[in-house]
Nanobody
C-alpha cells in the first residue's frame, strides 16, 4: 500500500482544513487507517484512527470535538476534517495504514506510512 497525503497549508486560528490520504493497492478497504502528527522538535503523536468500514473511530483528547476522520473505500481515500484549528495543531501530519482492520492508537501497529503534509496555524 502506498499513501499520498495532501491538503495541508497555512490557516489562521479558528479556521479549517481537510486533509486527504489517497491509497494505492487493493487491500486499502480492509485496513484500519490513522493520522499522526509531529510538531517541530517533538515526537510523532496519534491524532485519529478509523476501522476498515468506518464504524469505529478513535481520537486523541486534544482533537476530540474538533477533528473528524472518515474514509471512502470506493475512492481508496481517508480524510481528516480539522475545524477550530489552534496554533498548537501546527505539525506535519502523516497518514498510515495499520496491519489490522480495526482502529488503532499504537503507532507501532501501523506498517505503511505516507510522506506527510504540513499544517501551519497562525495566531
Amino acid at each position: 500500500v502506498q499513501l499520498q497525503a495532501s491538503g495541508g497549508g497555512l490557516v489562521q486560528a479558528g479556521g479549517s482544513l481537510r486533509l486527504s490520504c489517497a491509497a494505492s493497492g487493493h487491500t486499502f478497504s480492509s485496513l484500519g487507517m490513522g493520522w499522526f502528527r509531529q510538531a517541530p522538535g517533538k515526537e510523532r503523536d496519534f491524532v485519529a484512527s478509523i476501522s476498515w468500514g468506518g464504524g469505529t473511530t478513535l481520537y486523541a483528547d486534544s482533537v476530540k470535538g474538533r477533528f473528524t476522520i472518515s474514509r471512502d473505500n470506493a475512492k481508496n481515500t481517508v480524510y481528516l476534517q480539522m475545524n477550530s484549528l489552534k496554533p498548537q495543531d501546527t505539525a506535519v501530519y502523516y497518514c498510515a495504514a495499520a496491519g489490522a482492520s480495526i482502529a488503532i492508537i499504537d503507532e507501532d501497529e501501523y506498517i505503511y506510512w505516507g510522506q506527510g503534509t504540513e499544517v501551519t496555524v497562525s495566531s
